[in-house]
């Protein structure tokens, strides 16, 4: 039975993105995902529990924070480990310097689709729309479907950015809803999938045959690394399935950048941070041939 839900837990909106589908598009980032990957930049995303977040850099000792604090901690306390933050917001609302922040609350339909209808000109004038994305979008998928009632009733196309690890049963209903889907495929190699993300790729690679089958504009994104997945055998292996099975689907490399490390540190998640090789552009053009040899469109939004 599908369900709608008037909830989710949102990590963040952002306004005018250019790198995620047609047009200026807004997008909203939703809370959870199953995957780990060892490259995650945005590892505030994995759970939907909210969360601290403290930019360092913004912070000019002021003090503010730790006397609004029920817990009087200060700055350099609320991310610790033992910490004894509640995560109550009380700091994020006397810090005039933005340096916290809360990520992954709570928003209702309503809350979002204010912030969208005032984007929808926009949308309008440029052919953009919203895009859904994430940690995993589909995992909050009653909420999802509730929005695109409402997106729906205004005229306003939206994308998807999925990892396509999400029980395709659940959601099979909303998917030709979507103009357009882009889904990752990090590895092709079964166990190497396991080991870099956590997850094992079989239900990924079905889902991503699944969708094609219903017809929908699906682009494979790869976001590569040179010591995961840039190796030409991985590579003419994605290439090989696409051609059997997505014929029509184009692909795009997304070279791996360490932005995210700002973000570990400001979660106090530092020690988890690991860091990758960044291809270079020989080693980028080099993957992309691979793909135009067999007959595979490329695409670039980023
Ligand atoms: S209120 Fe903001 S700027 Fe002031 S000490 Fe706290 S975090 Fe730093
Ligand atoms: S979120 Fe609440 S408990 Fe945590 S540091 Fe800020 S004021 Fe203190």
Redesign the pocket.
Known sequence: MTQLTNQGVVIQMQDYSIHDGDGVRTTLFLAGCKLRCQWCANPESWTQQQK?VFYRHKCIGCMK??Q??????M?C??LRPN??????????HVCTQKA?D?ACTLKSVDDVMKKIERDALFFRYTGGGITFSGGEPFLQHNFIRALLVKLEELGIESWVETCGFFDFEAVKDILPKFSHIFLDIKHMDRQKHIHFTGCDNKIILDNAKKIYALGIPITIRIPTMVEVNLDDENLKNTAIFMQEHLPNADIELLPYHELGKAKYISLGMEDKFVAFTTPTQEQMNHGYEIFENHGIQIVEYR
């Open positions: 601290l924070c730790a609004a604090c029920p817990q009087k901690l700055p306390e609320m910490k004894k933050c509640m995560v109550c917001g009380a700091c994020v916290l809360l």
